[in-house]
Structures are given as structure tokens and as C-alpha cells.
């Protein structure tokens, strides 16, 4: 009989396989071959280094790490699946987090893959991982590999003072060099992070089924940074940590000054939760650390000889603080490189015109044009409702319990008036008594100029990415407070430093944040439920909030806008 | 933990060596019993989206698995690594190394609680060995009750310490992959799992072998490469193929060695006959590397080593202590020849030693008697 005969008959012989097997496949197949036009792979000019990426925006957004998209520079090449190969622009770098966005030129018509699980990742859970490794993909089709969830919340420690992946998720799907930058899919489709590292030993720079990548709430955290061209700093809160004998998680050292400090943290004190999350190893705690940007507001909760404290700290930055320029990672000569040759030293190729267009170099930024571009927009939404015309003054009658506090700002003099009393305030920041009206009335009219005369009269004014609503593991009565992201403007002026995030309808001011003086202790004042006040919206209470000292609540009865 | 030999790779790829090696581097079937068929995944549905992912046996099967730290921490001699708990006395099983020379071992259970475990025996063969922990009020399954078999293709899942990641209550590795081949299926005491998924990776060797119900299938194998081929082989060995012995240390009595006398397991990997070397006793943690004697007719004797002499160096390794001696010889495949550089009377000599199959079972040694 011949072979084929044979081989008939043995098909012909095997048991149907299982429905929901064949069924699972198909359910593969499809999902792979519907997320596969976002995945691309990122080369430079010339070709000789690259990784991958993921589309997140029909505009043409796309993730990738830091540690593709530096070597390669401002202008990258990407190659999508569909076999455009298209320019692109970096928008916003995150050294420490590993990652980098990227924009696809020309702007817009891409296709896109849904960022973040809308159910929390288990372990176990298949996975698929899409990239371009070992840069094989010359057709620009990504390379798919399957695993499951082998490992979560996974601590790895930074080299120097970036690459640190805190809180990262760990797979058994082949990730090889070159696959980074690239996604890591659930099996609904959804991108559950970015590939851009593996455990390696004894077989060179091979994928051993340990690979990780970087989470994709702690993506969501950091985005909004990313979008408007920040170079974008993680967080410290001064203190170090560490497990005693008894294993509780203790502070072991602890800077003056610092986040930690002011909030009454002391040396031998046991943390107990961070940003919500309950502390119970060194790593944990780094983990938590590591998912939030600096300048965010936390609530931390610490015991000390069994009494219970909690407060609110605003993380300080892991990398300004040093005030060091950024420092090259470790460079390793025992990891073998993935190409024994080196290409010649090319003379650095112009930036595409495209590119140039779309690139504004400033310090701090990746690229500032996508920060000036987004800082317009917000500006435009929030003012859209403030009147034209000349200099407004702004008269406003609010209680604090009993105690009535009337507010007169205008360009020439700030007055509070508290029961009778009336403090008057000299509008560039001379010393204020920081948790008396007089700080009120300064905090308020921070907004008030933006209002009547834009950004002009501020000697900075630019967007400050995403800060949430809410101090991060706040909650009420009734549980939890959602994160909620909102952009925020960066305004500075004669020393006093705001940060305005904006809510509602993009025409609400939700929280200010004013710090007099470098270092003073800043006021925090969240204002909500708006109502409209001729054309314009404005808070009828106001939370006023202030590390080391008791909430204020305060009530808004009028609130007058006039030439 | 070692950061040492765990080398962090960034994935850029790219042809520069300065830019790129960067290194930081279904639900349990109720079924019948003789149903071997499990499913790969199962679907989670909590009303919102479903999707597969693995059964929860594996992940059920942690629960028995201990993170274990000793001594090492250099070269690729690794201090951390991972154990089954196969008693409710607190019986650990793991693989045999100079991780356990040392004189402390610590055990840290899945709950994140740490205990000092002690070497209870060790078994030459598989190399593998049995902790005693001073932990109770952990439930655990008797792996020897009821042996899962699996049969090649099936889906497999592998819990181990890999790369030392998990520390503290973090749930240790899983990984999945199927079962590629049984080898040896007929010599119980010589049959290996050869696995698909890579457990050849430091912190995976004595880690789990489980099938989709969480059941133990085997205990992976030290890590090995394949001299005929040059790679890594990712092994396991299945439960048959210790269990007597596991059980006999477990019910606290003296176990026969593995290696009877039977056929000589000319190819059984990492064992290496060096009986004829009577080293010094190996009481401090770092023992100097003197033979204190020879046995008459060993391959020791022939070789012409001699009582007094220092290996200085086993196949152009350095060699520092009597541990490292035993784990460089152990590297070593049965019935291949070693070159040994001696100190003896102030000066270097040469010596080749032909590690031959066992022939019979270990007389002199420690291995495989419980120790007190």
C-alpha cells in the first residue's frame, strides 16, 4: 500500500476531536488575526537595531519601550503589518517604567488595539504575545507565541536608576530579543501589557519562558504624561523600607523633608497599606511605588505601637530629586549581543521632514509640540464659557462652618475678609499665613488670572499630563474611590507653583494644588458641584485640604465676575 | 537571592553590543478516574467577558510548594530553589546540591512563613533529596496515593522557584506546556518525563510536575544538558521512579539505595562514579578538596590518585571545596574520562579519571541513609 493510502487511513481512523477544542482554536485564530494589524515593528533609519510596538489610537498612537525607541532617536520607521512602512515621531518617554509612545505620521486611519483588561488578569491565563523577534519580520507580520500568566505583581530590580519593572506580569510565551515593546494579549484581544524583558543564564539571549512586561494599569497611570510630551519621572516618598524579624514591612531610614517625614511617618513605624494596597514584603511596597507617577497624591497608613494613622503624601520625584541628567543603564558585555557584526558608523541621518514638524525639543520633554498642542485644547475647553473683554473681578461669599469669609480679587489687590476682618494679600506672593484665608484668596486668584488673561501672565504654563481626582486609596464609607485620571495644567508665577486639574464638560476646575514657596506645604483645594453662575461654572463647595492640618469645608453663596 | 548569575536581558535587539546587551539584564473533571483526558484550559466567566485560562488544579498545587534557600549564591551555584511538600510532617522533596551543604536551610511555606528545614537523605541517582521542616497545620495531599500518569501530549504545569522571582507569600512559576515523551517507559527506576516548557532554568529543579487536576505527576529534574547534543533537555522525573524511596524516608526508616543491581544505568544523567575518591569529611561549609583516600580497584586508583593529593582544577574548573568538587564530577556523564589537576608534594601533576557506569550501590557513602 502506498504512504498516502496509509496516511488516509489513519486520518480516517483518528476520533473526532473535541467541539469545544476546535472551537477554542477558532476562538484563537480569529482573536489573533483581529488584533494583528495594531502590532508593528519598529526599525531605525538604516535597519540595524528595532523591536516592536502596539497601535493604541486610530490617530496612530503606538506603545513601545524606552529602550527601543532611545537607540533609535526622534524619528523612527515603523512597519505595519499591512506592509506600510510610515514615520514616526516620539511623543513621551517614561526611562525608569521602560516605556515610550510614539506617534504614526501622518496622523490618523490606523488600526488599534483596546488598551487595558476589562477583567483583572489571573494567573494562568492565556496570553498572546505579538512582536517582531530576533527583527524577522522583514514582511512587517508580527510573530505570535502563546502562553499563560505565569507570574503576577512581579518585582524586577532597575538598572541604576531606570528600567525598574514594579507590579509587572510574567509569561511563559516566548519573548525573545526583539519582541520588545510589543503587546501582550488576553484572549479577549485586549492589550494586558508591553513585552521588554526576560531571565536569562546560561543559554545567551534567549527566550528561557520567563519574560516580562509591563502592566497595563501602570500604563493607564502614566499615558496621559506620555500624550502631551513629557519625559516622565516615578515616584519616591524618602524613606526606605524594610522587612524586620518579625516580617512586617518597617521604615528604616527616612529623609527630613521628605513626603514620608511630613506626614508624620517616623523611623521603626510599620506600613500597613499604600495607595490602597495592603503591605506585607519589601517587594509589595516597591511594586505599589513603582505604577505611580511623582506628584501624584497617595494615602499612606502606618502603625506605631498599635495605633493606626493614615494621611495623604504627594510623592516626590525618584530623578529630579538627584538633579542628575539621565544616566545611561548598566551596559553588560556578558549578554552576548543578537548580531556578532557591527555595522559602520553611519553619519546620523536628517529627521524626515514630516517628523521635524511634528518635534519640539525642550528640557523635560520628549517632545514639547505634542505638550503646547494639548495645553491649547485644554485651555480653549476650560475658558470657553469666560467672558471676554477687560480685567474681571472676581467677589465671592462663602462660609467655613458659622464663619462667613468674603473674597475680593481683582488685578489690584487681593483682600479676604473673615468675620469683619479683613487681611489683605499682595497678589505676588509675599508671605502668607498658608492655613488662613489670605492662602485662600492667593489659590484662587491663581485660576482667576488664567481666566482673564489666559496664559500670558503666568511665567509658565504647561500641560502636567494626568493627576487623579482623588488621593489614590481614598475611600468612603461606601468603599473605594475610583481612580479617575484628569489633565491638569502646570502654572507657575512668581514662585508659587499651581497645579489645575480639570473636570466635568472640560470646563471645570476640579482640584488646585498651590505651593506658595519650594518649601512650604501646599494647599490642596478640591471645588465641586458646579452650578452656572451667569455663563459661567463655578463650585458651590470647596474641600481644603492641607497636610498636618484638619479638612476645612467650605460652602460658596455667590460668586460675582465683574469688570 | 542571587542577582549574580541571573543575568536581566532588556529584549532590544540590535547589533550593538553596547546598546543592546543591556542586562538588568477546565474545571477538575469529576469524571471517572480512568478518564486521562483534561482539558488544556478552562473558561472564566464572571458576566462581564470570558475567556480560557488555565484550571485551577495548578494553581491549587502551589499550596504543596516551598521556596527553598541555602547555601551558594556564586558562579551558578544558586542559594535559592524549590521543594514539594509530601508529608504532613513536613517532609519536603527537592533535588540534591551544594544549595543544601551549607549549615542552614531555609524553607519559606506559601503563606510567606519561614522555617529551618535539615538534610533528611539524599538519593544519588536522580539526585535527588528529602528536607524535614518544623511545619504543621498545612494540609497536605499524599502524592503517593494515587499516582497520576500522564500519557504524551498531555498538558502539564510546572510550579518552581525559577529564576528565584517569587520571594516571601509570592505564588512561585507556573508554567505550562505538554508532556513530549516518556523515555525508558519499561525501567521504572530509569523512566523520565522530557517536557516541552523550559524547567531547565536555575530555581526550577525539585519544583512540581503537575496535570491539570493539580495532581503531582513528578519532581523536575536538575538541570542537565545533553552532551550528545549540546542543549538543555527540560526533564522531569515521574513519581514511579521515587516513590519507594521518598516513602521510606518519610515513614522514618532506612531506604535501600536506588542504584541496586539491576542493569548499570550507564546513561542515567549527572551520575557520576566517584566512589573511588574518600574525600576528607565534609564537616566545615567551604572543605578543602583533599582525597583522604583511595579505594583498592576503583577508577580512582587507576587513575593514580593518591591520598593527600588537592584537586586544584577538574576539567579547567577551578576547584574550591569538597562541594564543588562533587558538583563539577557530577557533571560529568558515566563513562567519559575527566582530566584532574593535583597538588601533591609542591607540584602540579595531570591525571585522567574515567568515570565509569555504577556498579553497584554506594558502601562507604552517606547518600541515601537518612542522616540523624
Not at chain 1, 186 to 197: D, L, P, S
Not at chain 2, 61 to 78: C, D, L, N, P, S
Request: with cysteine; glycine share 8%.
Amino acid at each position: 500500500m502506498s504512504p498516502t493510502l496509509w496516511w488516509m487511513l489513519i486520518v480516517a481512523a483518528a476520533p473526532p476531536l473535541p467541539a469545544d477544542l476546535l472551537a477554542d482554536e477558532q476562538s484563537r485564530i480569529q482573536m489573533i488575526e483581529r488584533v494583528t494589524p495594531s502590532a508593528i515593528a519598529l526599525f531605525d533609519a538604516v535597519g540595524s537595531t528595532g523591536g516592536s510596538g502596539v497601535i493604541i489610537s486610530e490617530a496612530g498612537l503606538a506603545l513601545t519601550n524606552v529602550h527601543v525607541a532611545d537607540p533609535i532617536g526622534v524619528a523612527l520607521r515603523c512597519g505595519l503589518p499591512d506592509g506600510r512602512l510610515v514615520d514616526a515621531v516620539i511623543v513621551g518617554r517614561d526611562p525608569v517604567g521602560d516605556l515610550a509612545l510614539i506617534q504614526l505620521l501622518p496622523k490618523g486611519g490606523y488600526p488599534k488595539a483596546p488598551l487595558g483588561e476589562s477583567r483583572p488578569v489571573a494567573l494562568g491565563d492565556e496570553v498572546v504575545a505579538l512582536g517582531n523577534p530576533f527583527l524577522l519580520s522583514t514582511d512587517f507580520k508580527p510573530t505570535a507565541t502563546l502562553g499563560i500568566i505565569s507570574g503576577l505583581r512581579r518585582y524586577q530590580y532597575p538598572s541604576g536608576d531606570v528600567l525598574e519593572y514594579t507590579d509587572c506580569l510574567q509569561t511563559d510565551a516566548a519573548v525573545n530579543p526583539g519582541n520588545s515593546g510589543g503587546p501582550l494579549f488576553n484572549r479577549a484581544g485586549e492589550v494586558i501589557g508591553i513585552n521588554g524583558r526576560i531571565s536569562l543564564e546560561k543559554r545567551g539571549r534567549v527566550s528561557v519562558g520567563v519574560g516580562y512586561a509591563i502592566s497595563a494599569p501602570q500604563i493607564q497611570n502614566f499615558l496621559l504624561h506620555l500624550k502631551v510630551g513629557w519625559t516622565v519621572d516615578h515616584a519616591t516618598v524618602g524613606a526606605r523600607v524594610a522587612t524586620d524579624d518579625s516580617g512586617r514591612v518597617v521604615v528604616d531610614d527616612i529623609l527630613s523633608q521628605s513626603p514620608m517625614d511630613q506626614a508624620g511617618v517616623r523611623l521603626g513605624d510599620e506600613i500597613i497599606a499604600f495607595a490602597g494596597r495592603p503591605i506585607g514584603s519589601v517587594n509589595q511596597f516597591k511594586n505599589v511605588l513603582g505604577i505611580y507617577p511623582s506628584g501624584w497624591p497617595v494615602v499612606v497608613a502606618w502603625r506605631r505601637d498599635d495605633e493606626r494613622f493614615q494621611a495623604v503624601i504627594r510623592l516626590s520625584g525618584l530623578r529630579s530629586n538627584a538633579g542628575q541628567p539621565e544616566a545611561p543603564p548598566d551596559r553588560r558585555q556578558d549578554s552576548p549581543p543578537l548580531k556578532k557584526s557591527r555595522p559602520p558608523k553611519t553619519k546620523p541621518r536628517p529627521i524626515p521632514q514630516i517628523v521635524a514638524r511634528a518635534y519640539e525639543k525642550k528640557p523635560g520633554f520628549a517632545n514639547y509640540r505634542f505638550n503646547r498642542e494639548a495645553r491649547d485644547q485644554l485651555l480653549a475647553s476650560l475658558l470657553k464659557s469666560a467672558p471676554q473683554g477687560p480685567p474681571r473681578r472676581w467677589r465671592i461669599k462663602l462660609r467655613e462652618g458659622d464663619k462667613p469669609v468674603e473674597l475680593d480679587l481683582s488685578n489690584e489687590k487681593l483682600v479676604a475678609t473673615v468675620a469683619g476682618q479683613t487681611i489683605d494679600v499682595s497678589p505676588s506672593g509675599d508671605p502668607v499665613n498658608e492655613s488662613g484665608m489670605d492662602a485662600l484668596a492667593l489659590a484662587l486668584d491663581q485660576w482667576r488670572r488664567l481666566e482673564v488673561a489666559d496664559r500670558s501672565w503666568f511665567s509658565r504654563c504647561d500641560h502636567a499630563g494626568g493627576y487623579p481626582e482623588h488621593p489614590v486609596g481614598a475611600a468612603t464609607e461606601s468603599g473605594p474611590l475610583p481612580l479617575v485620571i484628569l489633565p491638569t495644567l502646570l502654572l507657575e508665577r512668581a514662585g508659587i507653583e499651581t497645579l489645575l486639574s480639570v473636570a466635568g464638560q472640560g470646563d471645570e476646575v476640579r482640584r488646585l494644588y498651590v505651593r506658595f514657596s519650594p518649601d512650604s506645604t501646599p494647599l490642596e483645594l478640591t471645588l465641586t458641584d458646579y452650578v452656572n453662575a451667569g455663563a459661567e461654572r463655578r463650585p458651590r463647595r470647596i474641600r481644603w485640604e492641607r497636610v498636618g492640618q484638619p479638612v476645612k469645608e467650605l460652602t460658596v453663596f455667590t460668586w460675582e465676575s465683574a469688570p | 537571592m542571587n542577582p549574580v548569575c541571573l543575568l536581566l536581558a532588556l529584549l532590544l535587539s540590535g547589533p550593538s553590543p553596547d546598546k543592546d546587551s543591556t542586562a538588568l539584564a477546565g474545571p477538575l473533571p469529576q469524571t471517572k478516574e480512568s478518564k486521562q483526558e483534561l482539558p488544556m484550559t478552562t473558561t472564566v466567566m464572571d458576566g462581564r467577558a470570558s475567556w480560557p485560562s488555565s484550571p485551577p488544579g495548578p494553581r491549587r498545587a502551589m499550596e504543596q510548594v516551598v521556596k527553598i534557600y541555602g547555601a551558594g549564591g556564586f558562579g551558578r551555584i544558586e542559594a535559592y530553589g524549590v521543594g514539594i511538600l509530601i508529608s504532613s510532617k513536613g517532609h519536603i522533596l527537592t533535588v540534591s546540591g551544594p544549595m543544601l551543604e551549607g549549615s542552614e536551610i531555609t524553607i519559606v511555606t506559601p503563606s510567606g512563613k519561614r522555617a529551618a528545614a535539615r538534610l533528611l537523605a539524599t538519593e544519588p541517582v536522580h539526585q535527588l533529596a528529602i528536607l524535614k521542616a518544623p511545619i504543621d497545620n498545612i494540609a497536605v495531599n499524599d502524592p503517593f496515593e494515587r499516582p497520576s500518569l500522564p500519557k504524551v501530549g498531555d498538558v502539564l504545569f510546572a510550579l518552581s522557584n525559577a529564576y528565584g522571582i517569587a520571594a516571601g507569600d509570592e505564588p512561585v512559576s507556573l508554567q505550562r506546556g505538554v508532556l513530549s515523551a516518556i523515555l525508558e517507559p519499561n525501567q521504572p527506576s530509569k523512566t523520565t518525563y522530557r517536557l516541552d516548557m523550559i524547567v531547565s532554568n536555575p530555581g526550577s529543579p525539585g519544583g512540581a510536575l503537575v496535570d491539570a487536576t493539580g495532581a503531582l505527576v513528578g519532581v523536575i529534574a536538575k538541570e542537565r544538558k545533553d552532551p550528545a547534543i549540546g542543549a538543555w533537555v527540560n526533564s522531569a522525573w515521574p513519581i514511579s521512579t521515587f516513590a519507594a524511596w521518598a516513602q521510606t524516608v518519610v515513614n522514618g526508616k532506612t531506604p535501600l539505595p536506588v542504584a541496586s543491581d539491576d542493569a548499570p544505568p550507564s546513561d542515567r544523567p549527572g551520575v557520576v562514579d566517584w566512589r573511588g575518591i574518600v574525600p576528607l569529611p565534609d564537616v566545615v561549609d567551604k572543605a578543602p578538596p583533599f582525597i583522604d583516600g583511595v579505594e583498592p580497584g576503583s577508577p580512582a586508583e587507576r587513575a593514580g590518585l593518591r591520598p593527600n593529593d588537592l584537586v586544584m582544577y577538574v576539567a579547567e574548573h577551578r576547584i574550591s571545596s569538597l562541594s564543588d568538587l562533587r558538583h563539577r564530577l557530577a557533571d560529568v556523564p558515566p563513562s567519559h574520562s575527566v582530566t584532574l589537576v593535583l597538588l601533591r608534594d609542591d607540584s602540579l601533576i595531570e591525571r585522567t579519571l574515567l568515570s565509569s557506569p555504577l556498579e553497584r550501590a554506594p558502601a562507604q557513602s552517606d547518600k541515601g541513609v537518612p542522616r540523624p
